[in-house]
Protein backbone atom coordinates (compact mmCIF):
# COMPACT_ATOMS: atom_id res chain seq x y z
CA UNK A 1 0.00 0.00 0.00
CA UNK A 2 1.34 3.52 -0.64
CA UNK A 3 2.54 5.42 2.04
CA UNK A 4 0.99 9.28 1.55
CA UNK A 5 1.49 11.99 4.16
CA UNK A 6 -1.69 13.34 5.49
CA UNK A 7 -3.24 15.86 3.36
CA UNK A 8 -7.06 15.82 4.53
CA UNK A 9 -8.32 16.26 8.36
CA UNK A 10 -11.93 15.91 9.13
CA UNK A 11 -13.10 16.80 11.85
CA UNK A 12 -16.83 16.58 14.10
CA UNK A 13 -17.27 18.71 16.91
CA UNK A 14 -19.86 16.39 19.00
CA UNK A 15 -21.60 16.18 22.44
CA UNK A 16 -19.71 14.29 24.86
CA UNK A 17 -22.25 11.89 25.78
CA UNK A 18 -23.12 11.28 21.64
CA UNK A 19 -21.63 7.81 22.61
CA UNK A 20 -23.62 5.97 19.90
CA UNK A 21 -23.73 8.77 17.77
CA UNK A 22 -19.64 8.57 17.32
CA UNK A 23 -20.48 5.00 16.84
CA UNK A 24 -22.37 4.89 14.22
CA UNK A 25 -20.34 7.65 12.38
CA UNK A 26 -16.71 5.06 12.82
CA UNK A 27 -19.29 2.10 11.35
CA UNK A 28 -20.62 3.52 8.33
CA UNK A 29 -18.66 6.51 6.09
CA UNK A 30 -15.44 6.36 8.74
CA UNK A 31 -15.16 2.60 8.20
CA UNK A 32 -15.92 2.72 4.67
CA UNK A 33 -13.14 5.22 3.48
CA UNK A 34 -10.30 4.38 6.07
CA UNK A 35 -7.55 5.75 4.04
CA UNK A 36 -4.04 6.57 5.17
CA UNK A 37 -4.15 9.78 4.06
CA UNK A 38 -6.92 10.59 5.97
CA UNK A 39 -7.64 11.61 9.68
CA UNK A 40 -11.00 11.50 11.44
CA UNK A 41 -11.31 13.09 14.74
CA UNK A 42 -14.09 14.12 17.15
CA UNK A 43 -13.61 17.15 19.12
CA UNK A 44 -15.80 17.19 22.59
CA UNK A 45 -15.85 19.84 25.67
CA UNK A 46 -15.62 19.56 29.13
CA UNK A 47 -16.95 16.06 30.59
CA UNK A 48 -18.67 15.84 33.66
CA UNK A 49 -16.72 14.24 36.40
CA UNK A 50 -18.49 11.28 36.97
CA UNK A 51 -18.89 10.69 32.92
CA UNK A 52 -15.25 11.04 32.38
CA UNK A 53 -14.03 7.33 32.65
CA UNK A 54 -16.51 6.24 29.73
CA UNK A 55 -15.21 8.92 27.44
CA UNK A 56 -11.61 7.39 28.44
CA UNK A 57 -12.09 3.98 27.51
CA UNK A 58 -14.11 4.76 24.22
CA UNK A 59 -10.69 6.83 23.55
CA UNK A 60 -8.61 4.34 24.49
CA UNK A 61 -10.19 1.98 21.75
CA UNK A 62 -10.45 4.26 19.27
CA UNK A 63 -7.87 7.03 19.47
CA UNK A 64 -9.82 9.82 17.95
CA UNK A 65 -11.44 11.87 20.44
CA UNK A 66 -9.88 15.51 21.14
CA UNK A 67 -10.96 17.17 24.94
CA UNK A 68 -11.36 21.00 24.99
CA UNK A 69 -12.35 21.11 28.50
CA UNK A 70 -12.16 24.87 28.79
CA UNK A 71 -15.53 24.87 26.52
CA UNK A 72 -18.77 23.82 28.02
CA UNK A 73 -20.25 20.80 26.33
CA UNK A 74 -23.65 22.24 25.24
CA UNK A 75 -25.49 22.37 21.75
CA UNK A 76 -25.27 26.23 21.40
CA UNK A 77 -21.41 26.17 21.85
CA UNK A 78 -21.00 23.26 19.67
CA UNK A 79 -22.87 24.86 16.66
CA UNK A 80 -20.91 28.27 17.19
CA UNK A 81 -17.90 29.01 19.19
CA UNK A 82 -16.46 25.34 19.38
CA UNK A 83 -15.48 24.87 14.97
CA UNK A 84 -13.14 28.02 15.68
CA UNK A 85 -12.10 26.27 18.85
CA UNK A 86 -11.20 22.91 16.82
CA UNK A 87 -8.98 25.01 14.11
CA UNK A 88 -7.11 26.96 16.43
CA UNK A 89 -6.43 23.08 18.47
CA UNK A 90 -5.01 21.68 14.98
CA UNK A 91 -3.24 24.58 13.87
CA UNK A 92 -1.32 25.58 17.69
CA UNK A 93 -0.91 21.53 18.12
CA UNK A 94 1.26 21.62 14.34
CA UNK A 95 -2.01 18.82 12.72
CA UNK A 96 -0.81 19.80 9.19
CA UNK A 97 -2.50 19.13 6.71
CA UNK A 98 -3.53 20.52 3.20
CA UNK A 99 -7.19 20.47 3.84
CA UNK A 100 -9.10 20.56 6.88
CA UNK A 101 -12.53 20.11 6.73
CA UNK A 102 -15.73 20.49 9.40
CA UNK A 103 -18.77 18.50 9.95
CA UNK A 104 -21.99 17.97 11.96
CA UNK A 105 -22.49 15.11 13.83
CA UNK A 106 -26.23 14.66 11.83
CA UNK A 107 -24.66 15.03 8.11
CA UNK A 108 -22.82 11.84 5.92
CA UNK A 109 -19.79 12.14 3.83
CA UNK A 110 -19.24 10.82 0.83
CA UNK A 111 -15.19 11.08 1.07
CA UNK A 112 -14.17 8.82 -2.30
CA UNK A 113 -16.38 11.26 -5.07
CA UNK A 114 -15.76 14.01 -2.76
CA UNK A 115 -11.98 13.19 -2.67
CA UNK A 116 -12.06 12.75 -6.70
CA UNK A 117 -14.20 15.83 -7.99
CA UNK A 118 -13.31 18.66 -5.18
CA UNK A 119 -9.64 17.58 -3.19
CA UNK A 120 -8.03 15.85 -6.34
CA UNK A 121 -8.10 17.98 -8.80
CA UNK A 122 -6.27 20.92 -6.75
CA UNK A 123 -3.93 18.97 -5.22
CA UNK A 124 -2.23 19.24 -9.09
CA UNK A 125 -1.82 23.11 -8.57
CA UNK A 126 0.00 23.47 -5.37
CA UNK A 127 -0.40 26.82 -3.54
CA UNK A 128 -4.64 27.48 -4.15
CA UNK A 129 -6.55 28.99 -1.33
CA UNK A 130 -9.59 27.42 -1.39
CA UNK A 131 -13.00 27.70 0.60
CA UNK A 132 -15.02 24.57 -0.25
CA UNK A 133 -19.13 24.88 0.57
CA UNK A 134 -22.51 25.12 0.10
CA UNK A 135 -22.73 28.84 -0.06
CA UNK A 136 -25.93 30.37 2.33
CA UNK A 137 -25.14 33.38 1.92
CA UNK A 138 -28.22 35.02 0.08
CA UNK A 139 -29.95 33.72 3.19
CA UNK A 140 -28.67 35.76 5.61
CA UNK A 141 -28.01 38.91 3.81
CA UNK A 142 -24.56 39.77 5.22
CA UNK A 143 -21.71 41.50 3.27
CA UNK A 144 -19.37 38.02 3.15
CA UNK A 145 -19.09 34.77 2.18
CA UNK A 146 -20.73 32.84 4.61
CA UNK A 147 -20.30 28.63 3.82
CA UNK A 148 -23.30 26.38 4.93
CA UNK A 149 -22.20 24.67 8.82
CA UNK A 150 -23.10 21.28 7.89
CA UNK A 151 -20.02 20.68 5.92
CA UNK A 152 -17.08 22.99 4.74
CA UNK A 153 -13.34 22.59 4.07
CA UNK A 154 -10.66 25.03 4.27
CA UNK A 155 -6.65 24.78 2.66
CA UNK A 156 -4.24 25.25 5.57
CA UNK A 157 -3.52 29.12 5.28
CA UNK A 158 -7.11 29.80 5.54
CA UNK A 159 -7.32 27.52 8.92
CA UNK A 160 -3.97 29.86 9.52
CA UNK A 161 -6.21 32.91 8.50
CA UNK A 162 -8.85 32.07 10.42
CA UNK A 163 -6.91 31.13 13.93
CA UNK A 164 -5.22 34.22 14.09
CA UNK A 165 -8.46 36.43 13.88
CA UNK A 166 -10.16 34.82 16.00
CA UNK A 167 -8.45 36.11 19.31
CA UNK A 168 -9.13 39.62 17.99
CA UNK A 169 -12.99 39.15 18.75
CA UNK A 170 -15.02 38.37 21.43
CA UNK A 171 -16.88 35.16 21.50
CA UNK A 172 -20.00 36.16 19.04
CA UNK A 173 -22.34 32.83 21.09
CA UNK A 174 -25.38 33.98 18.47
CA UNK A 175 -23.80 32.95 15.31
CA UNK A 176 -23.86 29.74 14.12
CA UNK A 177 -20.34 27.66 12.89
CA UNK A 178 -20.86 28.64 8.82
CA UNK A 179 -21.64 32.62 9.96
CA UNK A 180 -18.81 32.41 12.42
CA UNK A 181 -16.11 30.97 10.18
CA UNK A 182 -17.18 33.48 7.45
CA UNK A 183 -17.19 36.49 9.52
CA UNK A 184 -13.47 35.95 10.53
CA UNK A 185 -12.04 35.08 7.20
CA UNK A 186 -13.66 38.45 5.77
CA UNK A 187 -11.95 40.36 8.83
CA UNK A 188 -8.89 38.36 8.16
CA UNK A 189 -8.95 39.86 4.78
CA UNK A 190 -8.29 36.26 3.25
CA UNK A 191 -8.14 36.18 -0.21
CA UNK A 192 -9.40 32.37 -1.29
CA UNK A 193 -11.57 30.44 -4.47
CA UNK A 194 -14.69 29.37 -3.46
CA UNK A 195 -15.79 26.49 -4.27
CA UNK A 196 -19.80 25.96 -4.01
CA UNK A 197 -21.43 23.04 -3.49
CA UNK A 198 -24.98 22.54 -5.08
CA UNK A 199 -28.13 21.19 -3.73
CA UNK A 200 -27.59 18.19 -5.46
CA UNK A 201 -24.68 17.24 -3.36
CA UNK A 202 -24.37 18.84 0.13
CA UNK A 203 -28.25 19.20 0.66
CA UNK A 204 -30.98 17.98 3.75
CA UNK A 205 -32.15 14.84 3.67
CA UNK A 206 -36.25 14.06 3.15
CA UNK A 207 -36.79 10.65 1.89
CA UNK A 208 -39.71 11.82 -0.01
CA UNK A 209 -38.40 14.68 -1.80
CA UNK A 210 -37.73 13.69 -5.65
CA UNK A 211 -36.68 16.80 -6.65
CA UNK A 212 -32.59 17.07 -6.63
CA UNK A 213 -32.15 20.69 -7.21
CA UNK A 214 -34.41 21.39 -4.11
CA UNK A 215 -33.23 21.99 -0.74
CA UNK A 216 -34.23 18.59 1.09
CA UNK A 217 -34.24 15.70 -1.13
CA UNK A 218 -33.76 12.00 -0.90
CA UNK A 219 -30.60 10.30 -1.93
CA UNK A 220 -30.29 10.80 -5.86
CA UNK A 221 -27.31 10.69 -8.55
CA UNK A 222 -24.49 13.25 -7.20
CA UNK A 223 -25.25 13.25 -3.54
CA UNK A 224 -22.61 13.91 -1.10
CA UNK A 225 -23.17 15.16 1.78
CA UNK A 226 -26.32 14.44 3.17
CA UNK A 227 -27.29 16.63 6.37
CA UNK A 228 -30.54 16.47 9.15
CA UNK A 229 -29.90 12.89 9.71
CA UNK A 230 -31.40 13.59 13.53
CA UNK A 231 -32.12 9.87 13.87
CA UNK A 232 -29.46 7.16 14.31
CA UNK A 233 -32.06 4.99 11.85
CA UNK A 234 -32.30 8.21 9.49
CA UNK A 235 -28.36 7.92 9.60
CA UNK A 236 -28.34 4.46 8.96
CA UNK A 237 -30.98 4.30 5.92
CA UNK A 238 -28.61 7.21 4.59
CA UNK A 239 -25.84 5.44 4.84
CA UNK A 240 -26.80 2.50 3.25
CA UNK A 241 -27.34 4.14 -0.44
CA UNK A 242 -23.57 4.12 -0.64
CA UNK A 243 -20.67 1.68 -0.64
CA UNK A 244 -16.77 1.40 -0.51
CA UNK A 245 -16.56 2.97 -3.88
CA UNK A 246 -19.37 6.18 -3.01
CA UNK A 247 -22.41 6.17 -4.03
CA UNK A 248 -24.40 2.95 -5.02
CA UNK A 249 -26.02 4.07 -8.98
CA UNK A 250 -27.62 0.56 -8.80
CA UNK A 251 -29.72 1.05 -5.95
CA UNK A 252 -30.31 4.72 -7.26
CA UNK A 253 -31.38 3.32 -10.67
CA UNK A 254 -33.25 0.87 -9.52
CA UNK A 255 -35.40 3.39 -6.87
CA UNK A 256 -36.13 5.73 -9.78
CA UNK A 257 -37.42 2.66 -11.70
CA UNK A 258 -40.00 2.01 -9.10
CA UNK A 259 -40.75 5.67 -9.14
CA UNK A 260 -41.60 6.32 -13.00
CA UNK A 261 -43.43 3.16 -12.54
CA UNK A 262 -45.45 4.16 -9.56
CA UNK A 263 -46.34 8.06 -11.02
CA UNK A 264 -47.27 5.67 -14.65
CA UNK A 265 -49.83 3.82 -12.33
CA UNK A 266 -51.09 6.99 -10.56
CA UNK A 267 -51.84 8.55 -13.62
CA UNK A 268 -53.70 5.31 -14.98
CA UNK A 269 -55.36 5.14 -12.31
CA UNK A 270 -56.68 8.99 -12.14
CA UNK A 271 -57.76 8.39 -15.96
CA UNK A 272 -59.67 5.27 -14.98
CA UNK A 273 -61.35 6.92 -11.67
CA UNK A 274 -62.29 10.28 -14.36
CA UNK A 275 -63.80 7.67 -16.63
CA UNK A 276 -65.93 6.04 -14.21
CA UNK A 277 -67.12 10.14 -13.03
CA UNK A 278 -67.96 11.39 -16.46
CA UNK A 279 -70.20 8.02 -16.85
CA UNK A 280 -71.76 8.23 -13.50
CA UNK A 281 -72.58 11.63 -14.28
CA UNK A 282 -74.21 10.75 -17.48
CA UNK A 283 -75.96 7.80 -16.11
CA UNK A 284 -77.46 10.38 -13.12
CA UNK A 285 -78.74 13.00 -15.88
CA UNK A 286 -80.58 10.35 -18.01
CA UNK A 287 -82.03 8.91 -15.28
CA UNK A 288 -83.81 12.16 -14.39
CA UNK A 289 -84.38 12.87 -17.48
CA UNK A 290 -86.24 9.85 -17.54
CA UNK A 291 -87.74 10.19 -14.50
CA UNK A 292 -89.34 13.64 -15.59
CA UNK A 293 -90.45 13.11 -19.24
CA UNK A 294 -93.05 10.03 -18.34
CA UNK A 295 -95.16 12.64 -16.18
CA UNK A 296 -95.41 15.57 -18.79
CA UNK A 297 -98.51 15.89 -20.76
CA UNK A 298 -98.69 17.15 -24.46
CA UNK A 299 -102.44 17.44 -25.50
CA UNK A 300 -104.48 20.34 -24.89
CA UNK A 301 -108.65 20.48 -24.12
CA UNK A 302 -109.42 22.46 -27.15
CA UNK A 303 -113.16 21.74 -27.80
CA UNK A 304 -115.63 23.78 -25.89
CA UNK A 305 -117.57 21.27 -23.39
CA UNK A 306 -115.64 17.92 -24.88
CA UNK A 307 -111.82 16.84 -23.28
CA UNK A 308 -109.43 15.50 -26.65
CA UNK A 309 -108.12 12.60 -25.93
CA UNK A 310 -104.65 13.46 -23.75
CA UNK A 311 -101.30 11.83 -24.85
CA UNK A 312 -98.05 11.33 -23.30
CA UNK A 313 -94.51 11.52 -24.39
CA UNK A 314 -94.83 7.52 -24.76
CA UNK A 315 -97.20 7.57 -27.15
CA UNK A 316 -99.74 5.64 -25.00
CA UNK A 317 -103.10 7.21 -24.19
CA UNK A 318 -104.31 7.62 -20.64
CA UNK A 319 -106.74 5.27 -19.28
CA UNK A 320 -110.60 5.92 -19.22
CA UNK A 321 -113.81 5.14 -20.55
CA UNK A 322 -116.85 7.07 -21.92
CA UNK A 323 -114.52 10.00 -23.20
CA UNK A 324 -113.64 10.48 -18.98
CA UNK A 325 -109.61 10.74 -18.66
CA UNK A 326 -109.14 9.99 -15.12
CA UNK A 327 -105.61 9.49 -14.37
CA UNK A 328 -103.60 11.54 -16.38
CA UNK A 329 -99.83 12.48 -14.67
CA UNK A 330 -99.08 16.10 -14.67
CA UNK A 331 -95.98 16.24 -13.48
CA UNK A 332 -96.69 15.76 -9.93
CA UNK A 333 -100.31 16.86 -9.87
CA UNK A 334 -103.86 15.16 -12.06
CA UNK A 335 -106.04 16.04 -14.61
CA UNK A 336 -109.80 15.02 -14.55
CA UNK A 337 -111.81 15.56 -16.76
CA UNK A 338 -115.29 14.29 -17.51
CA UNK A 339 -118.26 14.82 -19.94
CA UNK A 340 -118.98 18.92 -20.59
CA UNK A 341 -116.04 19.68 -18.18
CA UNK A 342 -112.60 20.19 -17.17
CA UNK A 343 -111.38 20.67 -13.43
CA UNK A 344 -108.27 21.05 -11.96
CA UNK A 345 -107.66 18.36 -9.27
CA UNK A 346 -108.17 19.87 -5.64
CA UNK A 347 -104.90 21.25 -4.38
CA UNK A 348 -102.94 21.40 -8.01
CA UNK A 349 -101.55 24.63 -9.32
CA UNK A 350 -101.56 25.85 -13.09
CA UNK A 351 -97.67 26.12 -13.09
CA UNK A 352 -97.69 22.01 -12.99
CA UNK A 353 -99.48 21.91 -16.26
CA UNK A 354 -96.77 20.68 -18.72
CA UNK A 355 -95.42 23.62 -21.02
CA UNK A 356 -97.13 22.42 -24.03
CA UNK A 357 -100.52 23.97 -22.67
CA UNK A 358 -100.14 27.42 -22.34
CA UNK A 359 -102.26 29.36 -20.26
CA UNK A 360 -104.73 30.64 -22.87
CA UNK A 361 -105.70 26.90 -23.72
CA UNK A 362 -106.07 26.36 -20.16
CA UNK A 363 -108.53 29.01 -19.98
CA UNK A 364 -110.16 28.74 -22.88
CA UNK A 365 -111.36 25.09 -21.57
CA UNK A 366 -112.23 26.58 -18.21
CA UNK A 367 -113.99 29.71 -18.95
CA UNK A 368 -115.32 29.42 -22.95
CA UNK A 369 -118.60 30.15 -22.88
CA UNK A 370 -120.57 27.01 -24.83
CA UNK A 371 -123.79 27.99 -26.40
CA UNK A 372 -125.16 24.44 -26.22
CA UNK A 373 -129.18 25.69 -26.14
CA UNK A 374 -128.65 25.55 -22.50
CA UNK A 375 -126.82 28.75 -21.81
CA UNK A 376 -124.32 26.81 -19.44
CA UNK A 377 -120.92 28.39 -18.93
CA UNK A 378 -118.48 25.66 -18.49
Known sequence: ????????????????????????????????????????????????????????????????????????????????????????????????????????????????????DYLGPRLETPGGSYLIAKNVTPSLHVPYLVPGGQFYTLTWDLVQSLVEEYPRHPRLEYMEAGPHTGFLLSQAGAEFEFVGLENDVAFDYDSRGTNSGAWSHRIMDGAMNPHKLE??????????????????????????????????????????????????????????????????????????????????????????????VTHAQVDSGRVQVVPGRVQLDSGRTQPQVDSGRTQAQVDSGRNHAVDNGRGAIV
Open 1 to 116: MEVRPPIWMIFIPINAMSIGRRAIIRNTWQAMYHRNFLTFRFFVGRVEPRYERFIEYENTQHGDIISLPWIDDTPAVVNSIKPAECFEYIYNNNMYHTFVSKLDDDAFLNVPEFWR
Open 231 to 324: TDAQYLEAASYFNEEGLDMERIRVEEEEEERRVQSQVVDSGRQSQVDTGRQAQVGTGRQAQADPGRVQGVVDTPGRPQQVKSESGQGPQGDNGR
